[in-house]
């Protein structure tokens, strides 16, 4: 199954950055993932650099790889990061986003897990087929029906590290189709993209890195007052699942960003 991905990971106008993006792949399997330290309580890169790191080592170190099998791995991370909580005082709330892209290359198959804002987006033939529901009180409140309240998008109830330790939402498992594409990242990326934009840059590539450049040149035409990270992955040849570029998609996605 061919398989191509692409990665960012950028400061932003952030003092520091507390992404980390990670990815392990051989001929039987693959992980995609992105880690936030969560914002506003000392030790976040920290957070984010175990989790990473833990998680990549539990894959590269089981022979078996199926959801039950990604599950426990993350719940060991979420151990290992209370642990090394313990050992540390002053980071003894350092906690982290995750967003975790899983696929069998074996089996042609794919799940996903995520904890706190950061985002696995799923497109099929071009379109959005499904994206991870945030663990935030502002995606509580808009899906209760409040629009513009005014609440910070950062407060989550949900992330590795906090109390009470919650478990990650995992997807279903699906069956990959050639021209499947992939986003995982961190908010401080999807926060300058309207899903619409995504779906119009990859119509408008031939490649997976160009397809994350055309995204990452939006991006950077905004204000990017936060860390943003981001990995594209794509299945077979999603530019032939999609529609042809046309100066009507160029004319919508362009300008938006001057």
Known sequence: ???????????????????????????QKACFLVCDGVAGLPGGDMAAQLVRDTLLTQLQHHDTFTPE??????EHCQQV???????????SRMSTTLAALFIDREKQLAWWAHAGDSRVYHFRHGVLNQVTRDHSL?????????????????????ALG?????????????????GDA????????????????????????NACEEWLTLME?????????????????????PQEATLLYSQADAARFLPSRY
């Open 162 to 178: 906090v109390e009470p330790a919650r478990p990650a939402t995992f997807s279903e498992v699906i069956t990959l189709a050639d």
């Open 182 to 205: 992939f986003l995982v990242c961190s908010d401080g990326f999807w926060l300058n993209l309207t899903t619409h934009e995504m779906e119009l840059a990859l119509r408008m590539v």
């Open 81 to 91: 990061l209370i642990e090394a909580q313990g050992n540390n005082p002053n980071f």
């Open 69 to 74: 099998s990604t599950r426990a791995a993350i």
């Open 138 to 158: 502002a995606q509580q409140l808009r899906e209760a029906g409040y629009e513009n309240t005014g609440i910070n998008s950062n407060l989550l109830y949900n």
């Open 217 to 237: 040149q939006a991006v950077n035409r905004s204000v990017k007052s936060d860390n943003l990270s981001a990995l594209a992955v794509w299945i077979g040849e």
């Open 1 to 27: 199954m061919k398989m191509m991905f692409a990665s960012r990971c950028q400061q932003g106008m952030r003092d520091e950055n507390q992404d980390r993006t990670g990815a392990e792949l051989d001929d």
